[in-house]
């Protein structure tokens, strides 16, 4: 397997390493040889990682490749997520005090390099710290009270090592290079109460209150306890057993840190924090998409550099989407040439990296709903009245914020559309997924696969009734055995 060292300029990288490719994350990113490559660890030390700058996309991207990538975009969010440093800081506690017992200060800082300290005292603290976010340069900083306490964790680049560190780190750097396996996270067992996370400002809830009344009553009638939690109540996660996430999802918000919790810790959950990750980012799934030769609108991923070439391809009008857009949000619609470059530059003032895609209009879009691998139920959605979109969130009126849906039996989907929804599915893997498909001039294009489809009461249980809640409820009771 191909090993790629991406960096944001490889003239500054002062190590040599045999058998490893040197790379821009530029060159990374933009050159198709990279995209079409089937197999390549990427070991992503670039100075930045903070959310859609180069340095995510570049984990981002090799995850839509195929590539393993190092750190993976979960260990990069985990960083950013001050819930999970907390959480750490608590597992690791006795360790920690063991470690730092004998330090005078009331603040120290650990440096780690691919794992290790220039000091080995610290060897075992660090191998704790790398196994937990697998970032190759660590800065964690503690402070004492009344006892140490994880002040910050950060991620450094390779200017910020001390000159004194140096020569430790080459050292470091050619025997982490030259391992052929690399330490992740185990995760632990798991049993059987259902947490259903639900936010009540919720300005787009994936259920509405009657769906969610449904889950909790089926759930009982199935020897399952299901209570609904809210945001605020991440600290009580650990005293169950499953999660059901049915609150808006976004990296940046608390959804994400509770699926990543419930990973951690070996509780059952709906939806994974690896499908939040891929389904938030709509570069990630136009990359992944583009892999797996399924068919959708022309896609191009724009960047500052290549904003000339968009329209040539997309034509226009044309839609621009944030990489992290959700029910419609941060989705725009360009129709003059002037338009396009003014609504892309302003996207990429956000992001390193957008969305540009033809206009393909049609009168509704399919969502296939799929537990694990298998449909369980289908509905059309007719555009919002007198809009391009199912979701017209600057309508006057409520009544025309959404369009029409109906629900029908999966049997009355055609086929080409139901292959091309599971095709699709197979891309994210387990977990409850809606993929949304237009059919123009009788040819299926993907164009979103959603985690967190809605569940609403009256919309997508209308054919299949109860029939919905319970599927959902098994995949939760199914990894609950298998765990078990």
């Known amino acids: 397997m191909q090993k790629y060292i991406v960096v944001n300029q490889p003239e500054k990288w002062n190590f040599s390493i045999e058998n490893i490719t040197v790379i821009s994350s530029q ?25 859609q700058s180069k340095g995510y996309y570049v984990s981002l991207l090799a995850e839509a490749r195929g590539h393993l990538a190092i750190p993976t975009v979960k260990n990069i969010v985990d960083l950013k997520t001050m819930k999970l440093v907390r959480i750490v800081s608590d597992e690791f506690d006795d360790i920690i005090q063991k470690s730092l017992k004998n330090i005078k200060s009331q603040e120290f800082t650990l440096s780690i390099y691919f794992g290790q300290n220039v000091a080995q005292k610290y060897k075992e603290l660090s191998t704790l710290f790398y196994k937990h976010f697998q970032v190759p340069f660590l800065r964690v900083k503690f402070n004492f009270s009344t006892k140490w306490n994880i002040q910050s964790v950060k991620v450094i680049s390779e200017s910020e090592i001390p000159d004194e560190h140096m020569e430790s780190v080459h050292f470091f750097a050619n025997e982490y290079f030259s391992k052929k396996r690399y330490d992740t ?138 990489p992290d857009s959700t029910f419609s949000f941060g989705v725009k619609k ?8 003014d609504l892309s530059t302003t996207m990429l003032k956000e992001s390193d990296l957008i969305i540009a895609q033809e206009f393909c209009p049609s009168d509704y879009d399919w969502r296939i709903g799929i537990i694990d691998g298998e449909p369980f139920f289908a509905c059309k959605y007719y555009m919002a009245k007198g809009h391009w979109q199912i979701y017209n969130w600057k309508a006057t009126k409520k009544d025309d914020q ?27 893997g387990n977990g409850l997924l809606g993929i949304d498909i237009k059919v123009v001039d009788d040819k299926p294009m993907v164009i979103e696969i959603n985690d967190n489809p809605n569940i609403d009461f009256g919309v997508e249980d209308r054919f299949y009734g109860d029939l919905v809640y319970t599927k959902i409820l098994n995949a939760l009771k199914n990894r609950l055995e298998q765990n078990g």
């Open 402 to 428: 959404d369009g029409d849906a109906d629900c029908l039996p999966i049997e009355e989907v055609p086929k080409k559309v139901l292959k091309m929804a599971l095709k699709s599915a197979k891309l994210i």
């Open 185 to 322: 996270l185990k995760l632990t067992q798991s049993d059987f109460d259902l947490a259903i996370l639900v936010n009540p400002i919720d300005p787009a809830p994936p259920s509405n209150l009657k769906a969610l009344k449904k889950f909790v009553d089926i759930a009982e009638k199935m020897n399952i306890y299901a209570e609904i939690i809210e945001p605020k109540d991440l600290t009580r996660l650990s005293s169950f057993d499953a999660l059901l996430i049915r609150q808006s999802t976004e990296v940046n918000n608390e959804a994400y840190a509770f699926a990543r919790k419930a990973q951690q810790e070996g509780i059952a959950i709906v939806d994974y924090p690896d499908a939040i990750l891929k389904c938030c980012n709509k570069v990630y799934m136009a990359e992944a998409l583009q892999n797996a030769n399924i068919n959708t609108p022309k896609t191009i991923i724009v960047h500052k550099d290549n904003l000339k070439d968009v329209i040539e391809y997309t034509g226009l009008p044309c839609v621009l989407k944030a």
């Open 27 to 51: 060159d990374y990113l933009t050159n198709p040889k990279f995209s079409l490559q089937k197999k390549a660890r990427i070991f992503n030390l670039c100075k930045d990682y903070n959310y």
């Open 334 to 341: 360009a129709k003059s040439l002037e338009e396009f470059y």
